[in-house]
């Protein structure tokens, strides 16, 4: 696995391609270590419960093979693994190495490294063969990838045929007052909180929000799903579509 050797800097909306990966590998390395803390923190405790949830729309199987794109610190491998049978296996895959070593901890604390092994991986060249998984999910990681469709197809591509991709990720609030609301905490509360209280020195309060605007939509992911080849496409909307899951099949 490769580490980063670069001191933090400060991650800018503007980037593209191989500057917007570099930045993002800087961002995650540097808040590896408190991410969890802070997930829990600034999401009120709710991003487990999404994540159990999404998890939940997973099919049973025997002895599957799953893969968690943008793994990080592994939460929703975990939650992913019971589902693959006693004999499966789940694929961790992160670009980052400092939260895959995180993740790594904890899959080791619960006895499970014969059973979710963490890769470092792009989502947009997974490397894997056609037809490899039964599921793929991932969790909060699409919409910092540079080419959302190329990772998308490349998702597809390694899934078996009737196999589902889970994909939970930040989306757009259905009620008006909701949206204002949480324009406030995410522009305002937020970079306040990362600033003032957290110290932060590498962007990501300013990143976070400014992620979740530009990422498409419910209904705009589902049309970059079909145009990737999905079938059966569907969203649902948690927390007032603060979060959506979007469920696919190949
Ligand atoms: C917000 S964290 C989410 C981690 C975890 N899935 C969760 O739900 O807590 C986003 C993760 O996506 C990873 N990531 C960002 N761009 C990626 C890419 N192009 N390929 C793979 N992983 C990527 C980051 O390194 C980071 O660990």
Redesign the pocket.
Known sequence: MAQDSQAPAKVVSTWSGQAR?QA??RM?TAI?GV??LN?TLLSFGL?YRW?KIAASLITPVDQGMAL??????????LLVEPRMGPKGRVIA????HA??SE?LKKVADKGLADKIICLQ????HLGFADNTFDAVT????MR???DLPQ?VSEIRRIIKPGGRFIC?EFSRPVFGWLRTLYDWYSFTLLPWIGTKVARDSTGVYEYLPASIRTFPDQERLCQILRAAGFQQVEYRNLTGGIVAIHIAVK
């Open positions: 990966e993002v590998q995650f590896a991410y969890d997930n991003h994540k968690d794109v943008g793994a990080g610190t592994a939460d929703l491998a895959s992160d670009l980052n939260m895959l993740g991986a792009s989502a947009e991932t969790g909060f990681c910092n990838v540079g990772a939970l």
